[in-house]
């Protein structure tokens, strides 16, 4: 005779198999190696196109978990060399991740930019497909040479102000047709703006590796609309100050100009966040503006944001906590699936179950569940 077991969600950590082995909470090394100015597209080889990669140093772990962190500049200026990038990228990979500040494309005309939204949805759509040819770039290198130790199926994505803007499209943006149909004031048609340059995957190569992510970190980023973000997309967190003008707390024009494209900043993305079940977390400066982050490790609030994102990013680790997911179902002998809390199995090296579950909802290691 078959029984129905019930669990509805547990949490099983500090387990031999899911522990992170000190790492990715502290700083465990006390210096990093950098390699500058990799050319991550095989498209384009300019500057708008460079990266630099942060490992730990004399680190011999493999499968790392990788950050790539985009820089901030309005799109107008800025490089991977700003001090909040730098200051990162060493943090996380003091704490024994892998970490990269990447450059990408910016405007070419900085009038029409903060002029006209054609400019703005381009030059933002650019920014997203470098961004997601970095991302297929350390996938492409993993298949090919694993030059880097990363875990291709953890890389987080980040940035401050407009690299936060960036990687938040990135992320949310997830069909075309999530863009305007509508033309702009001077008669374009976005989602055909898009598809012209190559969709949404865009037009910087490394073709054929996804650009998938397991999170999204943002510096005083926004987003341009609000219901871009649905349950099935990535989690987020977010630090912002709520007297932010330059990319509102709420919801207001970039920049503070009439002309420039709507963004939502923390306050609002979080509430649709609660209100879509995504799993996210803010960490919000009371009082503070635009500036909280651009002198990096100098200004505590920056020391804060990445402790804080710290501790958002470790239970999503692979190596951390998981969660068993079993609704009201009839089993027979049938195992308990473990899988993190992004839904990914997790194995023993033989790659078999881990776990198996007693009829009363106790558990046990490789014990069948009887009927």
């Not at 024994?96 to 990408?104: C, L, R």
């Not at 980023?221 to 967190?237: K, M, S, T």
């Amino acid at each position: 005779m078959k029984r129905t077991v019930t669990i509805i969600f547990f949490l099983i950590s500090n387990y031999t198999f899911s522990q992170c082995n000190g790492r990715y909470q502290t700083n465990i090394f006390n210096s990093v190696d950098i390699i500058y100015d990799v050319n991550y597209s095989d498209i384009y080889n300019d500057v708008f196109h460079k990266m630099d990669i942060y490992m730990p140093s004399g680190d011999i772990e493999i499968n790392r978990p990788l950050i790539i962190f985009v820089h901030g500049g309005s799109y107008i200026g800025g490089n991977k060399s700003l001090i909040d990038c730098v200051d990162f990228c060493e943090s996380f990979a003091k704490k024994g991740y892998v970490t990269a500040s990447i450059n990408y494309r910016l405007t070419s005309n900085q009038i029409n930019f903060v002029a006209f939204q054609e400019e703005q949805y381009l030059t933002v759509l650019k920014s997203v497909a470098d961004l997601k040819s970095a991302i297929r770039y350390f996938r492409k290198d993993y298949v090919n040479n694993d030059s880097y130790g990363i875990d291709p199926n953890t890389i987080f994505i980040g940035g401050s102000s407009a690299g936060a803007v960036t990687a938040i499209h990135s992320c949310y943006i997830d069909t075309i047709s999530d863009l305007p149909t509508t033309s702009t004031p001077n008669g374009t048609n976005i989602q055909t703006l898009v598809t012209n340059m190559g969709g949404l995957e865009g037009d910087a190569g490394n073709y054929g590796y996804s650009s998938e992510v397991s999170g999204v970190i943002s510096f005083s980023g926004g987003i341009n609309n609000l219901n871009w973000i649905d349950a099935n997309d990535e989690p987020l967190v977010s630090c912002q100050g709520n007297a932010d003008q330059t990319i509102d707390y709420n919801c207001g024009p970039g920049l503070g100009f009439s002309t420039v494209l709507t963004l939502c900043g923390s306050n609002e993305m979080h509430i649709q966040a609660d209100n879509v079940g995504l799993l996210n977390d803010k960490l919000i400066f009371q009082g503070a503006d635009h500036d909280w982050f651009q002198i990096g490790n100098i200004d505590n609030r920056f020391i804060q944001a990445l402790d804080y994102t710290t501790s958002f990013l470790y239970p999503l680790l692979p190596c951390n906590s998981t969660t068993t997911h079993i609704s009201d179902e009839t089993y027979d002998k049938k195992l308990l699936k473990i899988v993190d809390i992004l839904g990914r199995e997790i194995k023993s090296n033989n790659n078999s179950p881990l776990f198996y579950i007693y009829n009363d909802g106790s558990v046990e290691k490789k014990v069948y569940l009887f009927n």
